[in-house]
């Protein structure tokens, strides 16, 4: 389908039919979640040989297997012989995964390893060596997160980064230990479109003050107060909406703390910061070492993707059909921090994000309308808008990106389709445009 | 499960705690929540874990920092849902929606402490929300009820969520 009206990224204006067409969806599926690097599992997740991890790209079953060798490969979750799911676990370890249906037997290299009768009822004519789980094209890491993608011409997952990895140093590299991710994966069913949320998170600071309202007036008496300085209209000029980046974006503040200054015990998350300020700064220089590390940033790369340092989730968004999605949670924590913070970053993550999130709980029914509401033969054909603050954005000293100031705008929005379009009109990578608008020509250096 | 040779129950405190359940669901039914924050303990647990979804001969051992949870409420927190439910803010709630509460298989033993018990049960949270949509969320509770001056209170509330996948957009209700 032609996509070039349903976008207007010049003007701010979608098309509400692309939230419910099942045409567009196939071709997201196809041009989307089959092109894209997709988020498939933090190294954290299965740190040993034979540890293995469920989950999905676009709406294929996936399994992530951590290899012997310790490198990481992935697999469609579909016998070779008549498609059965061969893993209904969410995560594990295995030596070997057997399928339900007529008991073949897969190792985690993805080979067959066994065939029940395969003497008595294939006669040895099988050839178990073109039976193996199929492999995911391509599974690269960056810095503990897991990618994976099915499109052979797909450029590199540096490259396909890009200078979202800016940001993304903030989180995964700013500590030398590294980053993890903590306990199960909340799993929530949404009746909503799965670009509906991603576009809420990479950009929409203006739903905060009003969506989140009642949690908002209760949790300031437990002194989450913070929460609003950083994404509330309280404070419009704090921070930064940073786009740009080959469809990925950031949305941050800028004062170093905020991320950490609504938990109800502050202290321990400050003075962690403060002592290891030094660290942050040496390896990622002045401007994110003293700005960035500690502030709330919302971090989203494309498609699916979103972490916010921070509030610390982490989560990507399952489609499930246009109308409907399942969204994934989960608490992060970079591993240098005291088991104690990391306890309560976890305790505190579940209480506002989590599935009873007295800020999560407040999302989804609008969400799930916005959708509803693109379903009618009117409605449809209505357009919706993201013209906030359109044409008021620019290159920023020290930072990548095309950025408009202030938490409240829906400059990140107006990319995030921009790049949904650009996927959807390209026939191939090769038709995909590539930019980092305003990179950064000298990098800061990575030890001052 | 109780044993074969349990230390009676008397009759009179089955009565009363399974009376106080049925009591407790018709107040949370009823958004009555100040009333419900009467039959708690000062010192009540509210817990809601988050289950792991293994194959029983998977030897993975468990997370480090812990499952993650859905509640896990002292009763500061507990009143703190109750002030964001109660804001008038919170647009999920209003109007409001049809909410039933089942309460069914209660099983009383004793506790190690002589003026506690042990409940369990199973809650069945009907709710109609927007236009036709129907959810439940099923569940069972191992709680401790402490018989003090003021009769039986909840102790602690362990609950076991039976969904893998949450399948509404939020837990706007109590367990
Ligand atoms: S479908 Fe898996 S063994 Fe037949
Ligand atoms: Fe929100």
Redesign the interface.
Known sequence: MDVSDLVDTTTGRQKRTIYSNEELYKQELERIFGRCWLFLVHTSQIPKAG?YFRTFMGEDDVIVIRQKDGSIKAFLNSCTHRGNRICR??????KAFTCNYHGWSFAPDGSLAGVPLENEAYFGELDRSKLGLVQVTHVAEYKGLVFGCFDPDAPSLEDYLGDAKFFLDVWLDAMPGGTSL???????????NWKLPVENVCGDGYHLGW?H???????Q??DLAGLSVGNSSTNLEGGLSVAGMNGHMALTSLDGISGYAFYPEPKPMMDYLEANRPTAIERLGKVRGEQLWGSQINITIFPNLQFLPGLNWFRVYHPKGPGKL?QWT??M?ENDMP?EM??AI??N???TF???G?F??????????CTEQSRGWRTAQMDVFTNMALGRSGPRDGFPGDIAAGLVSEHNQRYFYRRWQEHMQAESWAEVPTYNINSLSVEEPENA | MLEMNPAPVLVEDMIALTQRLYHEARLLDAERFEDWLELLCDDVTYR?D??????RA???PP??????????ENI??LK??I???R??????EDPPNFVRRVISNVEIEPADAENEVIVHSVIVIHRN??DG?ARQFTAGRTDRWRHGTQGWCLAARDIALDH?????????VFF
Not at chain 2, 50 to 55: C, G, V
Not at chain 2, 87 to 92: E, L, T
Not at chain 2, 164 to 172: E, G, K, Q
């Open positions: 540890d676990a969410d995560r594990g370890n295995a903590l306990g199960e994966t909340q799993k929530m069913e949404l009746g909503s969506a309202a009642g949690a908002m007036s209760a949790v008496s437990m399942e989960w608490a924590v088991d990391q306890a976890l305790d993550q579940c209480l989590g599935l009873a007295l999560d709980n407040d999302d989804g029914d609008n969400l799930a309308a | 809601m988050l289950k792991r979804r293994r194959f998977d030897r993975s997370a480090a920092v812990g499952a993650g949870v859905v509640f896990n500061a927190r703190l849902r002030d964001r439910l804001s008038g803010y919170v647009w999920a929300r927007i949509l893998a996948v949450l399948p509404d957009s939020n837990i706007n």
